[in-house]
């Protein structure tokens, strides 16, 4: 590779990690903002009320289905492909493996969260039904993907998540692209992630506490990566 190409993808990246600076901070916004959704307007208990939901505010109703969230996860990925070009020049298979186990989380996110807008459409076709057997039928299709939202997809997705975090972390420790704080962190937050929140309470007490590292974690990366990212 010749000097003048090794400073045109120096150029590139530069620019990318100021790209992730920013989207590191929607993902700190992103978080305050899902919680007040889901504090003022809870998720609806039964498969009928969620059909209400999106008849009254299709918007609400994909609030209520995660579609934050599943956002969050898409950027995610940028976030990790980051780690991952900063990181690999520490230890690249360990940096491998943390990339793959994020791309598998966000994947089973994705696919967990079939019923996003599908619902949106289910919900149309059940007010539109000419008959109660009709109605049955679309209910329980409906039901069926609110057993998958937070079913084994979801599960796997979560703890795999924390398993890549984790893993970034420990090199962001041994390494010194960011700080060992930062590094910590990270950590502390992927082993919280190490149970997934639909595990009865521990589980949801646990994801709950990993919201508080996650949010200082966020504004460090952001101000790495603003670092990183800053013109010669």
Not at 98 to 113: D, E, F, K, N, Q
Not at 135 to 151: D, R, S, V, Y
């Amino acid at each position: 590779m010749t000097a003048e190409n090794v400073l045109l993808e120096d150029t590139q990246w530069k620019a990318y990690y100021r790209f992730l600076g920013f989207m590191a901070i929607v993902l700190f916004a992103i978080i305050p903002f899902q919680a007040a959704v889901y504090f003022i307007a809870p998720p609806p208990k039964t498969i009928v009320d969620f059909f209400k939901v999106y008849q009254r505010n299709w918007m609400l109703g994909l609030l209520d289905l995660d579609l934050s969230l599943t956002v969050d996860n898409l950027i995610f990925m940028l976030v990790y492909i980051g780690f991952y070009n900063l990181l690999k020049k520490y230890n690249k298979p360990l940096a491998t493996v943390g990339l793959v186990a994020a791309i598998i989380s966000i994947i089973l996110y994705v696919v967990s969260r079939e019923g996003l807008f599908s619902m949106m459409s289910l919900s149309g076709q059940y007010f539109a039904a000419a008959s109660d057997a009709e109605k049955t039928a679309i209910a329980t299709i409906g039901q069926a993907m609110l057993t998958i939202f937070n079913g084994t997809c979801f599960d796997v997705s979560y703890v795999l998540g924390g398993v890549a975090i984790i893993i970034f972390s420990i090199i962001m420790i041994k390494g010194d692209v960011f700080t060992k704080a930062t590094g910590w962190t990270g950590f502390i937050m992927g082993v919280l992630m190490l149970v997934p929140p639909t595990a009865g309470q521990p589980g949801f007490i646990l994801s709950f506490l990993s919201l508080l590292p996650l949010m200082v974690w966020l504004i460090m990366i952001a101000l790495r990566f603003f670092k990183l990212g800053k013109k010669s």
